[in-house]
């Protein structure tokens, strides 16, 4: 779904598999050959996504810190709801074809395991246990064409 840096005392994507200049596509050369001549990558059987983190790595931005946010926890009232969002793709096709895609995705906060004390987690933004997922399209839901 994307990529991301983000600086700090953890590791970062500088401490994981990647190059400094990823290439944006490979039109006009294979991916498996590019990693076999500019990188020491084991894409057989790595478990790492090192493009990804190359990407991201390329693309990360230089923030001025502004220090610890006023609010940082989501509603208690809504804790344990999927957040979602879901797209619809219309393209004319010749007379009256028409093609319709539409996809849809959710996040929501899960932790792996439960919690040592056995309390229950209130979704929050400074714990990395958010995951995402496919979702049914609501138009769909509701059998729109």
């Given amino acids: ?13 500088l401490d994981q598999p990647h190059v400094d200049d990823p290439p944006d596509d490979f039109s006009s050369q294979d991916f498996w050959r ?5 990188t020491t990558w ?4 790595g478990r790492d996504n090192p493009l990804a983190n190359s990407r991201a ?12 946010p006023a609010f940082y926890d989501t509603r208690a009232e809504r804790s344990g709801v ?25 996040t929501f906060f899960q932790r792996p395991v439960p ?11 400074f ?7 496919l979702a049914p399209h609501p138009l769909h839901k509701r059998g729109a064409p």
């Fill in 1 to 13: 779904m994307g990529w991301g840096w983000l600086p700090g005392p953890l590791p970062s994507t």
């Fill in 34 to 38: 590019w990693v076999k001549e500019a």
């Fill in 42 to 45: 084991d894409i057989a059987s």
């Fill in 57 to 68: 790595n390329a693309a990360r931005q230089r923030w001025e810190g502004g220090g610890l």
């Fill in 82 to 106: 999927p957040l979602g969002f879901a797209v619809t793709l219309r393209h004319p096709g010749p007379g009256d074809l028409a093609v319709t895609t539409r996809s849809a995705a959710e």
């Fill in 115 to 125: 919690r040592p004390d056995g309390l229950a987690e209130t979704d929050n933004l």
């Fill in 127 to 133: 714990h990395p246990y958010w995951q995402a997922r």
